[in-house]
């Protein structure tokens, strides 16, 4: 950010008054620009023993598997950003189901958030952001071309938790995968 | 917004290709700048059979009560920033517990996040941004006086949850208090 979205002067980064860190600040109109993590939203969607994974036609992770997911917009709720990745990514008709995982990654400044569904019916087909939709057994899942660690533990939880009998919240985080000195 | 931050020409609402929504975005630079909704982080404390509330020494809801809670921050997990806001707002020292409810917020872009916290001591003093720091038992909560339905929610599920002795994630969405024409 160099540029004031306001009124288009430059900002600088300095710690306002009453707060604890830099930001981005106008000293032309005072705004103070704010920047807050994203969420990302997707679901587990189930059709009998099986989960329906996408191959990503887009970078980063581009022919990596994943589960339906993208970003949260505005004016939505988790829930209904949910079920319209799942529609956009795989067109998928589902029943959403409760929220299941919710895993921070603070290095790329995101919270993924995932919930289980029941697919309607199996007409699901690849939208423009995926390659491939199909649907995987447990045995099947392509563990070592998952496109992301948030997709690939929230599985692993859905599996345990399917051969426990009883789904329950999970959360987690995953940290930078080059640990930087302290 | 106005002005590209990147560049600072002026920024046009269009939809991109490829995407099904308006964004701003520049012509000079080619920049999109996509706006999502924030997350808000806070806590649930107990002491005994008390929980801690604040009541707020700035706007919006400037007087009301609420849990400590704000604006999670970049390169920080939700637990991190639950714990520290329930620093800056209560200076309170807490061991942080479960993810207890997520609520939706849609008509003002945002997703509360609360965690189930013991505190450590009775230490506690309002920061900056609150007027008062205190315990309170259930019977003693001031239900007319709270600042955010959020909150006023999760603290209902709370009481019900610890009655029954059975604690789970509690989600839902508050919906803007005025109902527009469909």
Redesign the interface.
């Known amino acids: 950010?160099?540029?004031?979205?306001?009124?288009?002067h430059?900002?600088q980064l300095s710690v306002p008054p009453?707060d604890?860190?830099p930001r981005?600040r106008c000293a032309h109109c005072g705004t103070i620009?704010?920047?807050?993590?994203?969420?990302v939203l997707g679901t587990i969607p189930v059709w009998e023993d099986k989960v329906l994974l996408c191959r990503r036609a887009i970078e980063p992770r581009y022919g990596f598997w994943t589960l339906p997911a993208g970003?949260?917009?505005?004016?939505?709720?988790?829930?209904?950003g949910a079920q319209r990745e799942t529609m956009?990514e795989a067109g998928a008709r589902i029943a959403l189901g409760?929220?299941f995982s919710?895993v921070?990654v603070?290095?790329v400044?995101q919270?993924h958030?995932f919930f289980r569904a029941e697919l309607l019916d199996i007409a699901f087909a690849p939208g423009?952001e995926s390659l491939e939709t199909r649907l995987f057994t447990e045995a099947e899942v392509p563990w070592d071309a998952m496109a992301f660690r948030t997709v690939a533990q929230t599985l692993r939880w859905f599996f345990e938790d399917r051969r426990s009998g009883v789904y329950?919240?999970h959360?987690g985080?995953i940290r930078s995968p080059v640990p930087r000195p302290a």
Chains 1, 2 share one sequence.
């Open positions: 950010m160099k540029f004031c979205s306001v009124c288009g430059e900002v009453g604890n860190r981005y620009h704010y920047q807050n993590p994203t969420m970003f949260m917009e505005n004016g939505e709720t988790t829930a209904e956009e409760e929220a919710m921070d603070p290095h400044n919270v958030v423009p329950s919240m959360t985080a």
